[in-house]
């Protein structure tokens, strides 16, 4: 009797967990699944034990991922989906509740990336939008869907992938960072009220991460990043331990610096502004020079990046 209460009955049965990893047999949603980092993840999720539900836009992509893991002995389902689209969040979420016994966890992942200066900016209102729509949108619309799920089943772990942008100052990504830090404000007030439910949130402040988003910006070939692999690892971290928020030490340093004197580190961002140009296909003029075998910076410029490891310039 008191085995079938534990299985059946027990209001927080689904908080119980006694797999062989943290996140073994736990069904996972990973937006932005078909390349970099989402890819990634969903393969360290499936290599823990944990079953991925794939969501994006390209099927077909989507698709080799799940066909990926199934071939590694894992199990995934993909979810073809437009998070910029009410119907669509809303027919992918109906479908997976449907098809699966439950949806233990959530990283939103999925986002977009525009590095343009605010004086680039003046007349592409759109740009702002667009970042909102998926960054911000795309992320609160997915939480919507899912929170009475997870508010009923009294368990739930939500991992925003955020930005170190957030955290510091960020020159150029007036778009993308003021989306991110609209998710991270989101997350620490409806933490407060999901608490009881047994449904948290973590937030992950990625440094800078070698992926499709940020192969428009050539200067990046000349930047240090962590690749998809090593940011997986602080999803699935943040998955397992579900603490707060995590990020790194530069990150954390640059938070406490604008806490403590916010004028000196807008000084420094100003000169990162200055130093680092416009690219191309933001619409400006400025180049990275080419040197014999790669592209290079300036002294000042490879200076300031050693120092600001992990920042988006």
Known sequence: MWRYWREHLNPYRARV???????????????????????????????EGGIPLLLARRA?????????????????????????????????????????????????????????????????????????????????????????????????????????????????????????????????VAATETFGDGVTFTTVHMPLVRTPMIRPTKIYDAFPAKSPEQAADMIIQALEERPKHMGTGVGFIMQLAYAISPDLVDAIAYQGYRIFPDSTAAGGQGRVKLGKSERQLSKAAAALVRMTRGIHW
């Open 17 to 47: 967990h006694h797999g062989r990893t943290k996140l073994d047999g736990r069904r996972i949603v990973i937006t932005g699944a078909s390349s970099g980092i989402g890819r990634a993840t969903a393969l360290r999720v499936s290599a």
């Open 60 to 188: 077909e992509e989507l698709e080799e991922v799940r066909t990926e893991i199934r071939s590694n002995g894992g199990a995934a389902y993909a979810y073809p989906c437009d998070l910029t689209d009410p119907e669509s969040v809303r027919k992918t979420v109906d479908q997976m509740l449907a098809e699966q016994p439950a949806i233990d966890m959530l990283v939103n992942n999925a986002g977009r990336s525009i590095r343009r200066s605010v004086r680039l900016s003046y007349d592409r209102f759109h740009d702002y939008e667009r970042a909102m729509a998926i960054n911000y949108f795309g992320a609160l619309r997915l939480i919507l869907a899912l929170l009475p799920h997870m508010t009923e089943r009294k368990f739930g772990h939500i991992v925003n992938v955020s930005s170190i942008g957030v955290q510091g100052i960020a020159p150029r990504f007036s778009a993308y960072v003021a989306s991110k830090s609209a998710l991270d404000q989101f997350s620490k």
